[in-house]
């Protein structure tokens, strides 16, 4: 089963030079884990466990877990301690800890168009594949992970409550106050503070971020996206007539400030920044606070909008809950960030509930949303602000982040074990996605089709740039439970990427195949 | 009372020459009503009991009712007859009949900045003035006079059919099925032949005529709307940068095709018209059949998108349901028509559901609603789908038809009752609204702060147009029940008038004032 650990980047063992105390330590460990005296899943030692065992200090102890955690060995679980990651076959590699390159990813700075009809032409297949595919494409939980009953009892609550909800239109196209302060109450949880009146509800957090777009740049503008990045807001940038800047990206701290600033210096018409702070998507990276804090500044010297989709935040796994770089922003009417939020992903997809915070861009963008789409149903906004203001809510996210995180261990686990050997892949802290790295040459524009053809959906790598560096890539969604037919799924595309290769190149020419 | 015949214009006592016989006729008739021996609301002769009473022949006896309907004296009620129209006092005069202009009205035809900046400082006043303003500025039915048990009957039976319904995210980011299926029925029932596949649900029609602008037209590209017309298609124009180019309408016949087919010859970058043809806001006018088909077959013709936006058809007070001009379009991708419709008016507007058939444009259309507001609630299309579906959606737009006509009859007999001498109104064939000419020298921007003063909020003639031409105009919602509060709504503002009229002209410079 197991791989020669020379196969291993900065594998313990390989190393000959005096390694500080400790990577010694946490090279024992790691050995535990890859000859499965450790198993996946089971807890490791406590800080203070490390200490009595091996005679270290807190600070070791500590570098020896946070070592295994980089190193993908372990992994943390909120309150409770750290545990050994899935480690599939030990062919499984990590991600790449960093950018590749520092600059601007696009070949062309500019390169920006094509995305639309792109994504069009994958969802049109998609489409025409009919209703029973199964969908490893979409990154949206399944309903099963909502409290349906729950959002149910309510809705009947407030249709006794206020009998002409359904039919009633604001006159006056604003947010309804009750969901303004519900969600600046919410979002004093996580270290904001913001004025009830600042907020505005929108479609999913998919207008927030257009909106944004439309309020801060004009045609021919230039957006920093991070790169690889969620299509959506490629295709915001493209239909407007911008242009998007691809900055390289870190899977495990995200945008590259060096880059971002590089481009803020040559860009002069760079107007805003589009990030994902928290979960990256695809890459599911977490931003550091020092970086979101370095980021608005940056953006704030530079003079541009920081537009903030903070979509994933309630699914990191975190001891503590998680602060915007809108938290590092300047209040009200002087602030640079836009903050962008769901409540599509952690409370009911089908009610798209979204909001905005959108500093000195407030007024502009309260236009924009009176011009395209007037105010938004008091219903969802009531059935919203109702839910997040009660105890419930927070179980509720405690409950899906366990069995998210149990969906994508077992997802990870099925990568390890059908997909090539080669493919990279490092979990995530979080969130409803996978990002994969095929082994070089394998094409997951192809391996779509040729999934779709046997019944099963997945997202490909060039969906989310325009740069045409992500064939190999692959997102695949951990949203539904992993139930024997998921399985059979992994199952099936491992095996279309197995024969990719074996027609890719030439029999026997020195790919290396692990058996299966 | 009663003015003297003498100041109403081709007042039928007025002309010596000899008039035809359906002419003589109708004066007899407008006569009766003028003196008051026919009340408002009696019903008139049948063409039948005219022919007999008077002797004449079938086409004379309509032609009079058609007459006394032109001067604003009858109006046809569905499948009843003709009855005397509020008359007011007889200085509330009827519409000028036809454009004064048929030139493009914009005095630089690309005229198109500013009327953001305006509706913003209008609404943002209303804001500050409170929630327990009167409001006879929205364009919006009231609560009441939708079904909301019916509704909310669906509704229950719903959550209970579909539990995940709320927290159901599509995949496909496409319209629901049973949506397509049920507006392409219902169009059938208005003469408008469409494939399911086609029709694409909407954040209410506001977002589909935005969305059929994104796909036909680039900045700086112009569009030709109707002159006055509804504040939201010059916002959604002036938002993208594009220069909006006023038409003169007829408040009878609507969108004048002389001046737009003047504008196509002459205007290189036009690229598409928007059309309110049933019910033009703020106007009120119906386009008539041939109208329409000339309209597409001019738009074919030229090259342009026809953006026609159906959102009043329902509250026409019509013997048959009103073909749109999309009935007049070649079939889906040939089609020249973009169709807006919305729910959002006569169903429930607290859904926010529209929809349209893009033509052409589908796939266009298709992909920027994708990447602007993804898929919508499936919740609140089938609510939408099962309600236009039943029986029952007949029913109630006929006694909505009625409500509203009493509401506008009782509301322009209080503006005949309150408001200065010389002011000018038709009512119009149905809708939630009334268009009033005030004397020359009124202000309705001055008569917007004084009565939002007065915690009453009405809609200003310069919303509803670039040109500056419509400040001596008002728009009045009948959109609620008629009730004393209401009515005294109407005394203030004629108050407030007669104020302005008194402090804008010198007293007694012959300001003519009949005793109320």
Known sequence: MS?????????????????????????????????????????????????????????????????????????????????????????????????????????????????????????????LAGPGVLDLGSAMPAPALFDAQALNRLAM???????????????????????????????????????????????????????????????????????????????????????????????????????????????????????????????????????????????????????????????V???????????????????QVIYCASLSKSFAPGLRQGWMSAGRWHARVQMLKFARTRNMQTWSQLLAARTVDSPAYERHLRRMRTQLREQREASARAVAQYFPVGTRLSLPPGGISLWLELPAGLSSTRLYDEALARGIRVAPGPMFSNTGRYDHFLRLSCGMPFTPQVEEGYRVLGELLERQQAGGYPAGAGCLRAVA
Request: proline content about 10%.
């Open 317 to 335: 796994e975190s001891p503590q809950p998680l602060r915007p770089a809108k938290a590092w922003d300047r209040p009200g009417d002087a602030g």
């Open 157 to 315: 609550r407030l249709l006794r409550e206020q009998p002409d909800i359904l039919v009633y239109g604001p006159s006056a196209p604003t947010t309804h106050p009750e969901f303004q302060r519900a969600m600046a109450h919410n979002a004093l949880g996580f270290g904001l503070s913001l004025a009830p009146g600042d907020i505005g509800a929108t479609h999913g957090n998919s207008e927030a971020v257009n909106l944004a777009l439309d309020a801060v740049a004009a045609p021919g503008d230039v957006i920093a996206v991070e790169s690889p990045t969620f299509f959506g807001i490629l295709q915001a940038i493209e239909v407007r007539g911008l242009r998007a800047l691809e900055i390289p990206c870190s899977p495990h701290t995200g945008l590259s400030l060096e880059a971002l600033e590089l481009a803020a210096r040559n860009e002069p018409r760079l107007k805003a920044v589009v990030v994902v702070p928290h979960l990256q998507m695809p890459q599911g990276s977490v931003m550091p606070d020092a970086h979101k804090e370095r980021l608005v500044a940056l953006c704030v010297e530079y003079g541009l909008a920081l537009i903030e989709d903070d979509i994933y935040r309630e699914f």
């Open 3 to 127: 791989a020669p650990a020379a196969e291993r980047p900065e594998a313990p063992g390989s190393a000959a030079a005096p390694q500080p105390r400790y990577r010694q330590l946490a090279a024992l460990y790691e050995q535990a884990v890859a000859t499965g005296s450790l198993q996946p899943g089971m807890r490791l030692p406590s800080v203070r466990e490390l200490c009595q065992r091996h005679g270290v200090s807190l600070t070791t102890a500590l570098q020896v877990l946070r070592h295994l955690e980089d190193q993908g060995c372990a992994e943390v679980r909120e309150r409770v301690g750290y545990f050994v990651r899935v480690p599939g076959r030990v062919t499984l590699l990590p991600a790449a800890r960093e950018p590749e390159v520092h600059e601007p990813l696009s070949p062309d700075p500019h390169v920006f168009a094509g995305i639309n009809e792109r994504i069009s032409v994958f969802l049109e297949k998609a489409r």
